[in-house]
């Protein structure tokens, strides 16, 4: 059973960082691509980052390009997401996500239409 546990967030004042970690176990990490979505209240899901861990390429959201970073520890079957110059509005549930590769999407497809296998999220929220 593919099981992804999402912790980290937390309240920060806008201009801080926070760094999230997803721990995933039931599935062969190495075969899936890992993703961070967002849901704001009131607002539709939105993907944030995502990773494919067996050849480590990146795919982000014109909206956090340049201040997140996603990176990936096979060893630890973790990803992180470290989230620097941190604003008001990236207040947010911040979820986790797993997709096989045998579906061979494109990480910007899975970033628009979401992946096969969610977590539960955490709370980011960025006081003004």
């Known amino acids: 059973e593919v099981q992804l546990q999402a912790s980290g967030g937390g309240l920060v004042q806008a201009g801080g960082s926070l760094r999230l970690s997803c721990a995933a176990s039931g599935f062969a990490f190495e075969d899936y691509d890992i993703g961070w979505f967002r849901q704001a209240p009131g607002k539709e899901r939105e993907g944030v980052s995502c990773?494919?861990?067996?050849?480590?390429?990146?795919k982000y959201a014109d909206s956090v390009d340049g201040r997140f970073t996603i990176s990936s520890d096979n060893a630890k079957n973790t990803v992180y997401l470290e989230m620097n110059d941190l604003k008001p509005e990236d207040t947010a549930v911040y979820y986790c996500?797993?997709?096989?590769?045998?579906?061979?999407?494109?990480?910007?497809?899975?970033?628009?239409?979401?992946?096969?296998?969610w977590g539960r999220g955490t709370l980011v929220t960025v006081s003004s």
């Open positions: 990773i494919s861990t067996s050849d480590g390429v990146t």
């Open positions: 996500a797993a997709n096989s590769h045998s579906g061979d999407y494109p990480l910007d497809f899975l970033l628009t239409f979401g992946m096969d296998h």
